[in-house]
């Protein structure tokens, strides 16, 4: 009992690990302000995921690494013509946002395969 009692009155470790900011979660956060007309709702979600602690860094080195590769995304996703230059989806954006989640898939039964 002793053991039990302990592990669950210890303190938690702090967790970090990494967010996977894509182009395509990119696509979907520029998709949910288009959709919603920039709602307050919508600007609030965005600024709670930003600031999520495995997004974010404490450091600005980090802090700048995100917002360049943000940029890199909007910028990437205007050149394959799934945003215009306002920000706003267009064309086949729809199925794009989507293929993030096959793609993980995918690779993750590849991962596993060659382990074998």
Known sequence: MDRVERLVLSK??????N???????????CNLLHGSNNAHVAVNA??????LPS???GSEVGRDQILHHLRFSIE???????LDMQGRPIN???????LYVR???ISAIDDDTTCL
């Not at 938690?12 to 690990?17: A, E, R, V, Y």
């Not at 967010?19 to 956060?29: E, I, N, W």
């Open 12 to 17: 938690l470790p702090t967790l970090g690990g």
């Open 19 to 29: 967010f996977p900011v894509t182009s395509t979660l990119v696509l979907r956060l």
């Open 55 to 57: 997004v974010s860094f």
């Open 92 to 98: 086949l954006y729809a199925i794009a946002a989507h």
């Open 46 to 51: 965005i600024q709670t995921i930003a600031s």
């Open 76 to 82: 990437y996703l205007r050149r394959s013509h799934l």
């Open 103 to 105: 793609l993980t898939l």
